[in-house]
């Protein structure tokens, strides 16, 4: 397989802190790299996405941040909420390989009260 | 507008057998992309159709194989059926060629072999 999902990786956060989720890449030919929020029992939800030529960008509560010198992505979610409770996944898109998703690991997001 | 829509929701099926998963992309959308997601792999792509075409394939055995009919929904076909083929199989859908940044992912269809 292409992508990497082997120990799921949790991070734990009050209500109202904000959360910062990590991602390494793979491929610094990647176009496009995208957050994913998903829900038990649910399939994956788009949240945002950064295009290779950009470093930063805002959406409502989130912000990604791209550093291609270390092939870095991060999901910043500010004033963390308990709808917040999910597992989130970085991808990465490749024109040059027909533009399929190559995810990344998750990451579990447990928000308390 | 409906979402994308996965039948059936669970299934149950025993080894050696064979198994059809569907997908109902959103109304208008071409492309349907099919993804496995296992706790051990994480999510891992398998095939995308375009107007009825398969255009990118992921690194999985032939026993796996799809098909998308005129209206655009998609079937996957699993046959012979091994334990490790347990997973949540999920489909995306969108507007353009290449899942870009516009797939919207259904529910998925839980599958166990036993």
């Known amino acids: 397989g292409e992508s990497v999902g082997l120990h799921l990786p949790t991070l734990s956060v009050q209500e109202g802190d904000n959360s910062i989720i990590n991602c390494a890449y793979s491929?610094?030919?990647?176009?496009?790299f995208i957050w994913y929020k998903q829900e038990s029992g649910k399939g994956p939800q788009f949240i945002i996405d950064?295009?290779?030529?950009?470093d930063k960008r805002q959406g409502q509560r989130v912000t990604v941040l791209l550093n291609k010198t270390v092939k870095h992505l991060s999901l910043q979610i500010a004033a963390t909420q308990p709808g917040d409770s999910a597992v989130y996944f970085c991808?990465?898109?490749?024109?040059?390989?027909?533009?399929?998703?190559?995810f990344g690991q998750g990451t579990e997001l447990s928000v308390k009260p | 507008k409906a979402g994308v829509t996965q039948t059936p929701r669970y299934l149950i099926k025993t080894r050696g057998q064979q198994v059809t998963l569907s997908c109902s992309p959103i109304?208008?959308?071409?492309?349907v992309s099919w993804y496995q997601q296992t706790p051990g792999q994480g999510l891992q792509f398998l095939f995308e159709?375009?107007?009825?075409?398969?255009?990118n394939k992921g690194n999985f055995p032939g026993r796996f194989s799809g098909r998308q009919f005129s209206n655009s929904r998609s079937e996957m076909n699993v046959s012979t059926l091994e334990l490790g083929d347990s997973a949540l199989y999920l489909c995306?859908?969108?507007?353009?060629?290449?899942?870009?940044?516009?797939?919207?992912f259904g529910q998925g269809t839980r599958l166990t072999v036993v």
């Open positions: 995306a859908s969108s507007s353009r060629r290449g899942s870009g940044t516009e797939a919207f």
């Open positions: 491929n610094s030919a990647s176009d496009y």
């Open positions: 109304s208008g959308h071409r492309s």
């Open positions: 950064i295009r290779s030529n950009m």
């Open positions: 159709y375009f107007s009825e075409t398969q255009r």
């Open positions: 991808a990465e898109i490749a024109y040059n390989q027909g533009g399929k998703l190559i």
